[in-house]
């Protein structure tokens, strides 16, 4: 069973970067493909960044192309999110999830293992 952590958020002034880190263990991560989601409160749960099982591809929402940045270390088990240039309407619990299998996208019903989230302020 995959277990799925994630760290790194915090509050940070508009303009900031914040690095978001997700950590699994229980299996190896080589044959998972990996996203970042968020909700921001009163609004649904949106993906913003997706990764394919050797990080050969990505893929980002609109709204955060050119900002963040996906990467991951499967030595490590662990993926990342770099977030830069930040704006208050990246507000959010950013949430870490994993599918089985080389590449999925942002849609979050094909991800079988999430974590709790870390939350993401940005405000001056």
């Known amino acids: 069973q995959l277990q799925v952590v994630e760290s790194g958020g915090g509050l940070v002034q508009p303009g900031g970067s914040l690095r978001l880190s997700c950590v699994t263990s229980?299996?190896?991560?080589?044959?998972?493909?990996v996203a970042w989601f968020r909700q921001a409160p009163g609004k649904e749960r949106e993906g913003v960044s997706c990764?394919?099982?050797?990080?050969?591809?990505?893929n980002y929402a609109d709204s955060v192309k050119g900002r963040f940045t996906i990467s991951r270390d499967n030595a490590k088990n662990t993926v990342y999110l770099q977030m830069n240039s930040l704006k208050p309407d990246d507000t959010a619990v950013y949430y870490c999830?994993?599918?089985?299998?080389?590449?999925?996208?942002?849609?979050?019903?094909?991800?079988?293992?999430w974590g709790r989230g870390t939350q993401v302020t940005v405000s001056s």
């Open positions: 990764i394919s099982s050797t990080g050969g591809t990505t």
């Open positions: 999830a994993a599918h089985w299998g080389i590449l999925a996208g942002l849609n979050q019903g094909e991800y079988d293992y």
């Open positions: 229980g299996v190896s991560l080589d044959y998972y493909a």
